[in-house]
């Protein structure tokens, strides 16, 4: 009997820790080791000049270990007077529990050292409450660059579910809009894993320092074509608390040099997760902060467009640009049963393409969208890209591409009736059903200051470019394209409507324009190219300034200071804060080089 009861012993024994003890020895490990996610350190992004656009900074999270859902819940309602948690919060955390039960419960992310060092003090009242330190997103350039950048936050259930973020984990962060979203795979590296031990209560007793970790792998850094200096010094003279947008691209490379947008937000804010408070407050304000204007606003181009028309009547051999137009201007002209208007009620006589151009003439451009006809009209538009996106390296805008229609009947599709013969009149000079952003008017005129083409604006330095076939070809001759430039430089020239914005060492050319809004005051635009005086355009820039009213006074002043700031940094010139002729002459500064008429 005694040698039976060794032998089952023995048999146990052996089966225990022989045949069996891997398995005994990975429960022994899940009962007192649990794993903690390592956070990757997403990839640094810098502007042309190596500036730091977006960088990582110590940061605490707070994670709760595994545990029963009654335990769980009771330490989220200790720590909510520390952690300022709501009753929702508490639930959504639970929640996120049940649907991932065997995971750390990720709190919060972003820590302040007030709330770190409460819960350091009060650390035996929180059994199982995990805090590391871990990379925080961090924008230097703040607000300047919001909507550009974009931010991080948590991973939502609903973006757990699509594809691209199959191999994601719940507390998770990720890149919710802008470059930060664009670029999320080259960015967001991948995450490691460590284990800590616990005893029978749940309490972390220690690192577990046999076991390897497996370390997280950092994100890829990210250079950028954007320049932040002009970023910030356009931020800087924006017009306070007015609406809009400016773009600058740099000509033939198509390379975007700055994209403002207005009202902005700090992205620091919302990184990990933002304050309800600040949250309700940027989706209440009708100023709409959120929206990127660059990108995704949509405005009818006004005046802007005259050249457009122009480029589309001389290809199409419609137009002699050294001649005059049948009717002269009057201050409005008769077509069919309606008369339409010029913006200048005494009227502007005869006069060519240049001088129609640097006048802004309505009168002259309905006779030249007559000639062109509707059909002709809408198909060469088209072609240009006015109804598709621009194909920039941001998620904004793949929520818009701009409206305009591509045939007659668009109208009957649209609106339930057919187009007359006189709608060509209104797209002739940038109003009617004609609506673009910001970035697409920018686009086309870099494509304006090269030889007509342009490969699709591109603000990241990618390893794959564009396809140039993507982008604008304006199909124009060199000398169709010098009369256009011609227009474009007697308007900032004496006599001009925006010489007053002109500069004293560059030579700037632009168009003027007002977009007709019916929900109050007419928004100013102005689109502009510029360079040394007698060498080739090196930037091109578009402005609008929401209820701006006049862009020669609101929109084109924006245009020729940052074009002049630019510029002088790029030939080492010193910058100055009086950069416009209006400027000299409003601080009684002496300008020589200005010509009067």
């Known amino acids: 009997m005694l040698l039976a009861g060794l032998g089952v012993l023995v048999y146990g024994f052996f089966q225990t820790q022989i045949l069996r003890s891997d398995t005994y020895v990975l429960q022994s490990d899940a009962n007192r080791l649990r794993p903690i996610p390592i956070p990757a350190p997403r990839g640094t992004i810098f502007d042309r000049n190596g500036r730091i656009v977006a960088e990582n900074i110590p940061g605490y999270a707070l994670s709760i270990l595994p545990a029963p859902r009654d335990t769980i819940r009771s330490t989220l309602e200790r720590l909510a007077p520390i952690l300022g948690l709501t009753e929702a919060r508490i639930e ?5 529990q049940r649907a991932l039960p065997g995971q750390p419960l990720l709190v ?45 936050a948590e991973i939502s259930e609903a973006e757990l579910a699509r594809p691209e973020f ?40 220690g690192e577990y320092m046999p076991r390897t970790k497996v370390p997280a792998v950092p994100g890829e850094d990210l250079r950028l074509y954007l320049d932040l200096d002009l970023q910030e010094w356009i ?15 740099e000509p033939k490379t198509g390379h ?76 409005g002209m008769q077509y069919g049963n309606r008369y339409f208007r010029c913006w200048e009620s005494r009227g502007h006589g005869y006069l060519t393409l240049a001088e129609a151009i640097a006048h802004s003439c309505n009168v002259y451009f309905y006779q030249v969208g007559i000639q062109i006809g509707l059909e002709r009209f809408l198909r060469e538009a088209s072609r240009l890209g006015f109804g598709r996106k621009t194909g920039v390296d941001l998620p904004s805008e793949l929520e818009v591409a701009g409206s305009f229609p591509d045939e007659p009947g668009w109208w009957r599709r649209r609106f339930g009736y057919n187009a007359t013969p006189t709608e060509v009149l209104s797209l002739a000079i ?76 560059w ?14 005051k007419d928004h100013a635009w102005f689109i502009g190219i510029a360079g040394p005086k007698g060498g080739a355009p090196e930037i091109a820039l578009s402005a609008i300034v929401e209820f701006g009213e006049s862009g020669s006074r609101t929109a084109a002043p924006l245009v020729a200071k940052a074009a002049d700031y630019y510029l002088r940094r790029k030939y080492g010139m010193p910058v100055d804060s009086v950069q416009t002729l209006r400027e000299h002459l409003m601080v009684g500064r002496p300008a020589p080089w200005a010509v009067w008429q």
């Open 92 to 96: 959504q955390l639970m929640q996120r």
């Open 108 to 152: 919060a992310s972003d820590l302040t050292f007030e709330q770190v060092s409460a819960l350091e003090e009060r650390h035996f009242m929180f059994p199982g409450v995990y805090i590391d330190q871990r990379p925080k997103r961090h924008y230097p350039a703040g607000e300047a660059i919001a909507h550009v950048i974009g931010y991080v």
């Open 166 to 205: 199959q191999d994601y984990s719940m507390g998770q962060l990720i890149g919710k809009t802008g470059l930060e979203r664009q670029y999320e795979r080259r960015l967001a590296g991948r995450p490691g894993v460590r284990y800590v031990e616990v005893d029978a209560l749940g309490r972390i007793v």
């Open 235 to 249: 931020a800087k003279i924006f017009p306070e608390g007015m609406r809009g947008a400016v773009v600058a691209i």
């Open 256 to 331: 975007v040099l700055a994209m403002y947008s207005s009202p902005g937000f700090d992205p620091n804010a919302l990184v990990g997760g933002a304050d309800p408070a600040y949250w309700r407050e940027l989706n209440s304000d009708e100023g709409r902060p959120l929206l990127h204007r660059a990108a995704a606003g949509l405005y009818p181009p006004g005046s802007t467009f005259k050249l457009a028309t122009a480029a589309i009547a001389l290809e199409l051999k419609l137009l002699d640009p050294n001649a005059v137009m049948p009717i002269p201007c009057r201050g």
């Open 430 to 505: 940038g109003q009617g059903p004609n609506d673009q952003t910001p970035l697409k008017m920018a686009h086309f005129a870099a494509a304006l200051a090269s030889d007509g083409r342009l490969p699709p604006p591109r603000i990241a330095v990618d390893s794959t470019p564009p396809d140039p076939e993507e982008g604008i070809n304006l199909n124009i001759s060199k000398e169709n394209l010098a009369h256009i430039r011609e227009g474009m430089r007697r308007v900032v020239s004496p006599g001009g409507t925006a010489y007053l914005s002109s500069l004293e060492h």
């Open 507 to 520: 030579e700037l050319l632009g168009k003027t324009g007002t977009s007709q809004n019916s929900h109050g």
